[in-house]
């Protein structure tokens, strides 16, 4: 009986919990040709630690953060450093190296959204940039002066306004890599701090 409701509970938080997709994947192989083995790395939006434990895998010293409770735990219980943090706001000025995140970024009809942990994994809000947005204003203060920041963005999420969100927040954007899917194309994208 005890077992039982181990296993439900178990289950129930896989359901809360963002699996890796072929967005994940893409950002984790792109990242993890920026992370050097000295680096301190950010994850944000860890999900099932996927990307945190690809980059941990070169060495280098891996903080993994998520609104989502479940998904802190599942970061913990790989053995990554976890903070439950919105975004970048608990952490100290000027600290990251490599920053990484792959946000919620389907554009979402407010009349159905539902109050999930799923639904803040996947929904960008009306424009799909409602969790990138306040990412791209307040990323440059965590990052050292030649850090990088590797963003996971969807065509559906029109890219040059996130590009132009990017510039607003004192980072100059590149496409760095790019996959075509039915109906979208995934790209990465590298930020730099354009006033290093
Ligand atoms: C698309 S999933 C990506 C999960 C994982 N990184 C991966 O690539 O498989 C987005 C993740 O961002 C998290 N998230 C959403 N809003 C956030 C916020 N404001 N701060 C931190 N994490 C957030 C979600 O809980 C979810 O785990």
Known sequence: MKDDRIELASQRDLDQVYEP?????????????????????????TGSAYVATALATTGAEVVATDVNPMACREAYEA???TVRANLVEPFRDHCFDV??????????????????????ALSGGEDGRAVIDPFLATVRRVLVDDGVVLLLVSSLTDIDAVRASAAAGGLTARE????????????????????P
């Open 21 to 45: 997709a072929e967005d994940s994947h893409l950002l984790a192989e792109t990242a993890r040709e920026y992370v050097g083995t000295d680096d301190l790395v950010l994850e944000v939006g």
């Open 79 to 81: 053995g990554l450093s």
């Open 176 to 195: 760095v890599a790019e996959e075509s899917h039915p109906f979208e194309r995934l790209v990465v994208l590298e930020l730099r701090p354009d006033d």
């Open 99 to 120: 920053v990484a995140f792959n946000p919620p970024y389907l554009p979402t009809d407010p009349d159905h959204e539902f109050d999930d942990w799923m639904e803040r």
